[in-house]
């Protein structure tokens, strides 16, 4: 999905991507891909782009909808064919709490398994 009214309204007001770059504190390359919608574009992002632009954030904010695809043909045993392309929008502090708890996790597995190798050396 490209964000189609926010580069419309970039172009109308003017402002290449190099200067709304500038303004998120990122590099052309990333503001673009944002632009084309490959890369999220958050909450604070909109907030500087709909003050630049002068509109609310609801005039330009587009929301990626979840995209997926079934073959629903029964008659396929495997899902080879199957494509799932699925978009999803989890807050960081989410994703950084999970993290630091696989971290954990991996830390009480590396114990463990020296424990284990202590048990098969009696």
Not at 39 to 66: G, H, N, P
Request: glycine content about 2%; charged content about 35%; some cysteine.
């Amino acid at each position: 999905m490209t964000m189609e009214k926010l580069r419309t309204l970039r172009k109308q007001k003017g402002y290449t991507q190099q200067q709304i770059a500038d303004l998120l504190a990122t590099d052309v390359s990333n503001y673009s891909r944002k632009e084309s919608g490959d890369v999220r574009i958050f909450d604070d992002e909109w907030e500087k782009l709909a003050k630049a632009l002068e509109v609310s954030v609801e005039d330009i904010k587009e929301e990626k909808t979840s995209q997926i695809q079934h073959n629903d043909n029964p008659t396929l045993n495997d899902n080879s064919s199957i494509n799932y392309n699925q978009y999803c929008s989890i807050p960081e502090y989410i994703l950084e709490s999970q993290q630091e708890y696989i971290n954990l996790l991996k830390e009480q597995i590396e114990t463990l398994k020296a424990e284990n190798a202590k048990y098969k050396k009696r």
